[in-house]
């Protein structure tokens, strides 16, 4: 098959052209693997973290990983200085596969690593997948991400969906620990995946590209940009929310696992299958979203319109789970948030940073993903301390806050967009001739 032919397939998700579907399939392709191996190790995480403590404990883990992060950014940024494009993918994956063994033989050994575990994965969570779009975004203009981001990122909800199924058939048979390994494989395996020619940046570096990275990491460029500081905290609000509801949703599994138990089956092993059944239609959804649904609202409403999608399911929702606590309602509201999440949002979250410079993509953007994203999660489990401890709220005042958070993040959706609009819009503007070339 022809890369004309192959455009002309893609045509039905987004606009491809010929010079651009090798780039974009290897890209799409490395995303599917990296997503596939996360979504064997999520219902790990969840296991190993309820099997032994609570969901109160599950949402203060998570803010742990937000003060690490103070430390990991900058650390991150030294030893990446002068490394850009690949070079760091590569260093970033090999890290974490090595992490994985790690935890294998210490598992396998005897030792807890429940705690450990969870806030390793948050932590690779969000720098992986972050490493991977800084790259995706450096190397494409403006015009170009906005028509074949839906694509690559379509091959992140291909995987997503199929890992979490497998996931649920290999769990039983392998259990947590070869689970690990499976993943480890899978991440080697992303380093492999790579095409040397459209690797180049089109944004160049203000500064040439010597000490790319400063050693106070993306805090100072969030700080100084404007833009870039409603990113953050769009993306703080946006975890804080998701959290939120991530808590909500694990005290009502753990009364149902409670429940399951009667008939003899494992906690763990309840657990287990309830959240891979959960993450399963969250990416069925997720990957409808993403083929037919992405691309489009970029056409109709743009990048600056499709950041609301989130915020207004998430108002809505909390605000009918305020009303109707049940079980079904909290499952159902939350796929459809996670899904939206993972498809849309992500998409159009990292299309965000398409119009900023290199400096901007690669630290501005690690700091973002990782430091203000489980920022969020501190804030959640301060929500949740206080919640619980002192006022006592229950699951519906739990879903008020989060509708009242999120008819602020809203508004923020607002002037975030206009902002990329005015960042975007002499991109979009430039000659044909500013294309990039990937044959």
Avoid: C
Avoid at 156 to 177: D, E
Avoid at 184 to 192: F, G, S
Avoid at 218 to 233: D, E, H, I, K, T
């Amino acid at each position: 098959m022809t890369k004309k032919q192959i455009s002309s397939w893609l045509a039905f998700f987004a606009d491809v052209r010929p010079e651009e579907v090798m780039l974009t399939l290897l890209l799409a392709a490395r995303v599917f693997v990296i997503l596939f191996g996360y979504y064997l190790l999520k219902p790990v995480r969840e296991a190993l973290i309820l099997e032994h403590g609570t969901p109160e404990l599950r949402s203060y883990t998570l803010a742990m990983q937000a003060v690490i992060m103070v430390i990991a950014v900058p650390l991150y940024s030294y030893f990446m200085r002068n490394r850009v494009g690949e070079r760091v993918y590569r260093s970033i994956t090999t890290f974490f596969a090595f992490n994985l063994l790690i935890f294998y033989l210490l598992g396998t050994n005897g030792v807890n690593i429940g705690i450990v575990f969870f806030i390793w994965l948050g932590i690779f969570s969000v720098g992986q997948v972050a490493q991977f779009w800084a790259l995706a975004a450096d190397i494409h203009t403006v015009s170009a991400g906005q028509r074949v981001f839906a694509v690559i990122a379509l091959g992140g909800s291909m995987g997503a969906m199929l890992g979490s199924q497998s996931a649920h058939q290999l769990f039983p048979l392998v259990g947590s620990y070869g689970m690990l390994l499976i993943a480890a494989v899978l991440l080697i395996l992303t380093t492999l995946i790579y095409k040397r020619s459209g690797m180049e940046s089109v944004m160049p570096s203000p500064n040439g590209g010597k000490e790319l990275l400063s050693l106070s990491g993306g805090f100072s460029v969030v700080w100084n940009s404007p833009y870039l500081r409603m990113v953050a905290l769009f993306v703080v609000l946006l975890n804080v929310i998701n959290s939120t509801g991530e808590f909500i949703f694990a005290k009502m599994v753990v009364q149902r696992a409670e429940v399951v138990m009667s008939t003899g089956v494992d906690k763990s092993v309840a657990i287990g299958e309830i959240y891979s059944s959960f993450f399963f239609w969250v990416n069925v959804f997720g990957l409808f979203f993403q083929a037919f649904v992405v691309s489009r609202l970029f056409r109709l409403i743009g990048v600056h319109g499709t950041v609301l999608v989130l915020p207004m399911i998430a108002a809505i929702g909390y605000g009918l789970i305020a009303f109707f606590p049940v079980f079904t309602l909290i499952r159902t509201i939350k796929i459809l948030e996670n899904s939206t999440d993972y498809s849309i949002q992500q998409t159009t979250r990292h299309a965000l940073f398409l119009p900023v410079s290199q400096t901007e993509k690669y630290d501005g953007k690690t700091a973002i993903e990782t430091f203000f994203w489980r920022f969020g999660d501190l804030i959640n489990a301060a929500v949740v301390y206080s919640g619980t401890n002192w006022f006592s709220l229950s699951v519906n005042q739990f879903a008020a806050f989060n509708m009242i958070v999120a008819l602020f993040w809203i508004t923020l959706a607002l002037r975030m967009g206009r902002s990329y609009r005015e960042l975007a819009t002499p991109h979009l503007s430039a000659p044909a001739k500013a294309e990039q070339s990937f044959d």
